[in-house]
């Protein structure tokens, strides 16, 4: 009698573990692996980061209404740094939403990880805090003569774990941002040279700021060159902070090295910096802009 007591407890243990693992498999997601960790997770439960409205995630950006008109908020999902997978907004120019979007799948079918996707307004228009923090973004509207995130065509993922490095002569007279980041291409979430998501973004013409002559910007992706950039009033941008005039600065000094080496295929300011620096102040102090 014992023996069949036994048999019969075991029959229902097994029974019940087995229909714990069929709910499980029909209410959760599994994951895949992150720091070869395996998640579950369940399929109504995503994480939301952000949930603007179009107004709320543009307010306070003093963008001229016919640059507005031209942009689109849209969710993204992703794996985030916990290994689950989280909802996020872009907002960028609309015409490149299509290959945002697809690139997010592609990101999410390659479980690259992705801390946070969140609109610079909740950052207050600081691109230095929301670097820091690690976040995602495509648009943030300031001076558009040096900037393609101020009209949405570029998008920046991962800064903290894809940090901007300055190479050369650079390393001595600038500082790689942001602060105490440090480029570690074992880290999930890095961009590194040959992979397939370097080279998705590539296909769909998009240029890596890995590949900047004088900085390895990588995490930076943008889809136009200076030539191509739109025309945006730029005089209703906020004022600069003193770390965004030194950004300025650098940009408009890169900007203006791309359009020297397309026309005239001349020695890059990477040789001579202290003339390509000296060059931007003067055309600053005679208020001209000749690129």
């Known amino acids: 009698m014992k023996r069949l007591l036994l048999f019969g407890f075991v029959l229902i243990l097994m029974y019940g573990c087995g229909r714990k693992e069929s709910d499980r498999s ?3 997601l599994k994951k895949g692996n992150v720091g070869e960790q395996i998640f579950y997770q369940k399929k109504d439960s995503v994480i939301i980061d952000c949930n603007y409205t179009f107004e709320e995630a543009t307010e306070g950006s003093n963008a001229p209404k016919e640059l507005l008109e031209k942009l689109a908020l849209y969710e993204v999902t992703y794996y985030s740094t916990d290994g689950r997978l989280h909802q996020g907004q872009l907002l960028s120019d609309s015409t490149i939403r299509k290959d945002m979007q697809e690139l997010f799948d592609i990101m999410r079918e390659e479980h690259f990880v992705i801390e946070k996707v969140i609109p610079i307004v909740r ?3 600081n691109d230095d805090l929301s670097m ?3 976040n995602t973004y495509c648009f943030c509207f300031r001076d558009a003569s040096y900037s393609f995130h101020a009209v949405g065509l570029a998008v920046d993922i991962n800064p903290y774990f894809n940090p901007q ?3 050369g002569s650079y390393r001595q007279i600038r500082k790689d941002k942001p602060e105490g980041a440090v480029y ?4 999930p979430g890095t961009f590194t040279e040959g992979s397939r998501i370097v080279e998705e973004f ?4 998009f240029r890596w700021g890995h590949y900047m002559s004088r900085k390895a910007d990588d995490h930076h992706f943008q889809k136009a060159s200076f030539r191509e950039m739109p025309k945006v009033p730029h005089t209703a941008a906020r004022p600069a902070e003193p770390s965004s005039q030194t950004e300025m600065e650098e940009m408009q000094s890169e900007k203006a090295e791309i359009g020297s080496n397309e026309s005239s295929g001349k020695m890059t300011p990477e040789e ?3 003339t390509a620096r ?7 102090q005679r208020g001209k802009q000749t690129w």
């Open 26 to 28: 029909a209410d959760t």
């Open 123 to 125: 950052y207050d228009w």
């Open 132 to 134: 820091a923090d690690n």
């Open 165 to 167: 490095r300055w190479k």
């Open 184 to 187: 570690d291409p074992s880290r």
């Open 202 to 205: 590539r296909k769909r013409g």
């Open 272 to 274: 001579h910096p202290k």
């Open 278 to 284: 000296e060059r931007i102040r003067e055309r600053a």
